[in-house]
């Protein structure tokens, strides 16, 4: 595979940030839905691991509007509201994640995986860091409550759904793409 | 499974505001509201948020979800931040303040002591808390309810956003429904496959892995489906030349007096708060003797 531009936002990136923030949107929405087991029962998201592959397989701004557009798109379908701060969090996750995006080609050798996983765990650090800290200026909470309310819980469960789920995501995505000839 | 955007045309008086003038409103008044700590202006930022609530024609069942979600985050977040970790951001909360309950105890096991207090300070400084969230709560949570889905690409172009980012706004809110009906389609296949979905078996990291059989395919068959997207808008030279929305927002002499009212807001606080030094935190006298 070639490589690609990293900070291109042509069709390709506009189309995928749109399919990516929809489909967070509706899986966030879904797996609460459906009670399936990792979301329902153990209160974690599987769906978080769309902006993290979407940023790692299409680069930064879509993975910037994945996770952005797409809370906000799985709020609203909940009824939730608007919540800038997290929504804004979750498209960071997204956009750290696709500073890789330029080096893979790929998607299944174990050298990109490893480096995935670790943009994984540094871009959900980031992203949960920012929305997180921003509880303090807005609920006016310590350091240490926002960090062990908001901070751990969001980073723990991303964690775990990104680290599992993006090299599944990224195989699957090795097969379509070298199929499409992209 | 039914996906659809809580919006429903109500015919009330904040639908009739251009949705650029609401956001900005909206948006400005989020500025304002957190630079205050002070309860009687979060008070009228709250009358504010609810009047705006009420105006929108908005029932309690249709936002009881959201609002239950909110307060029990918050209620957690109060109570860890007023009995647990000690006080607020503000330092006079910080500071020793009048006890209103107070315990001493030594920890049998490793001796340590602990003195706690809770002060009428820290007690206030929580109400005040509720007072701020709730109102920006109100001020955001009647987005979903009144907004068309189907205007925010244009609003958003309108609000000075590039014709490229617009256009994916408008398409991710158009691909929601394709999306939610692949999903059915997937979950329904992988179960006549033997797929059970509540099945709780196993680990977390196993539990996670039984999403994959779902997730994959929906994602993998959303990349293939936009592949034709692109060249579809390729061909049609999309991106070459400045685009026309078919949704046309156009502003009215109100709208203006709506964003005005932001504004004026808005500046009026930075003066009070950094100019007069008015609105930082605020206990009644009366509660401490």
């Known amino acids: 595979m070639e490589k690609k531009s990293l900070w291109a936002f042509g069709t390709r990136e506009v189309v995928f940030a749109a399919i990516g923030a929809a489909l967070y949107g509706v899986l966030s929405f879904a797996t609460n839905w459906a009670q399936i087991p990792a979301a329902g029962n153990v209160a974690i998201r599987p769906a978080v691991v769309i902006p993290l592959f979407f940023g790692i397989a299409f680069g930064p701004w879509v993975g910037l509007i994945t996770g952005f557009l797409g809370n906000v798109l799985g709020d609203l379908l909940s009824g939730y509201g608007f919540w800038l701060w997290w929504s804004l969090g979750n498209g960071v996750m997204g956009f750290v994640t696709g500073l890789i995006a330029g080096g893979m080609t790929t998607f299944k050798s174990g050298a990109e995986i490893l480096k995935a996983e670790i943009m994984v765990v ?13 509880e303090i200026f807005v609920s006016g909470v310590t350091f ?39 | 499974m039914l996906v659809s955007f809580s919006y429903r045309q109500r015919g ?26 002070d309860i009687r202006f979060l008070l009228f930022f709250l009358a504010l948020g609810l009047g705006q609530y009420f105006a929108a024609q908005l029932t309690w069942s249709e936002t009881r979800r959201a609002w239950t979600f909110i307060l029990v985050l918050m209620t957690l977040m109060v109570v860890v931040n007023t009995l647990i970790t000690g006080s607020g951001t503000i330092a006079s909360v910080a ?34 808390q509720y007072v701020r969230v709730i109102a920006i709560s109100a001020l955001f949570i009647v987005v979903p309810f009144t907004m068309n889905p189907r205007s925010y690409g244009a609003t ?73 997207i692109i060249n579809a808008m390729d061909l049609r030279c999309f991106g070459l030349r400045k685009r026309t929305w078919i949704e046309a927002l156009s502003y009215h002499w109100y709208d203006y007096v709506w964003i005005g009212f932001a504004v004026f807001l808005f500046v009026g606080s930075l003066v009070l708060r950094y100019v007069y030094q008015i609105g930082d935190f605020w206990i009644p006298p009366g509660l401490i003797p």
């Open chain 2, 12 to 37: 009330s008086v904040i639908e009739r505001l251009d949705a650029r003038a609401r956001w900005i409103f909206s948006i400005l008044l989020l500025f304002t509201i957190v630079i205050f700590w």
């Open chain 2, 95 to 128: 500071d020793d303040g009048y006890p209103v309950w107070q315990f001493n105890t030594r920890l049998p096991l490793f001796g340590w002591q602990i003195n706690f207090a809770l002060t009428a300070e820290r007690l206030w400084f929580a109400l005040t």
């Open chain 1, 144 to 182: 240490a409550t926002t960090l062990s309310i908001n901070f751990l819980p969001a980073f723990i469960s991303n964690i775990v759904n990104g680290l599992i789920l993006t090299p599944i995501l990224m195989v699957a995505y090795a097969a379509v793409s070298a199929r499409a000839g992209r």
């Open chain 1, 122 to 134: 540094v871009g959900v650090a980031a992203g949960m860091f920012l929305a997180s800290v921003s």
């Open chain 2, 156 to 228: 958003f172009r309108g609000m000075g956003l590039g014709d490229r980012l617009a256009f994916s706004f408008d398409l991710a809110f158009r691909f929601v429904p394709t999306l939610a009906r692949d999903f059915s389609i997937t979950l329904d296949a992988q179960r006549a496959r033997g797929y059970e979905v509540e099945r709780v078996k196993g680990g977390i990291i196993a539990q996670i892995r039984r999403v994959a059989p779902l997730l994959v395919p929906v994602t993998m068959n959303a990349i293939i489906g936009g592949e034709d």
